[in-house]
């Protein structure tokens, strides 16, 4: 079993800064794939990057530019770097992790953005 915890998330206004982190353990293997995703009312969870284990990186059109995904193998550790907030960022994020080996994934909690002045 793998448990994600996430942190980082919280209140900020709009143009500013937030970076989000989500740490795995427990029963770790190689893991494969750490994206985000983020969710708000009534809405569909939508993915907003993701990144291989070798570096290689994907992004939703709406954050491109001002969203910047990375990893630390090392550490079982992925972290979101968001800059240039706007108020419809708002929402919960969530890390999902992949494992081919184990053919298995896992969501963290989710934590909470908040864009508003």
């Known amino acids: 079993q793998v448990q994600l915890v996430e942190s980082g998330g919280g209140l900020v206004q709009p143009g500013g800064s937030l970076r989000l982190s989500c740490e795995a353990s427990?029963?770790?293997?190689?893991?494969?794939?750490m994206n985000w995703y983020r969710q708000t009312p009534g809405k569909q969870r939508e993915l907003v990057a993701g990144?291989?284990?070798?570096?290689?990186?994907n992004y939703a059109d709406s954050v491109k530019g001002r969203f910047t995904i990375s990893r630390d193998n090392a550490m079982n550790t992925v972290y979101l770097q968001m800059n240039s907030l706007k108020p419809e960022d708002t929402a919960v994020y969530y890390c999902?992790?992949?494992?081919?080996?184990?053919?298995?994934?896992?969501w963290g909690q989710g934590t909470q953005v908040t864009v508003s002045s």
């Open positions: 999902y992790v992949v494992i081919y080996a184990i053919a298995s994934n896992y």
């Open positions: 427990g029963s770790i293997f190689n893991i494969d794939v």
């Open positions: 990144i291989t284990r070798r570096g290689i990186t």
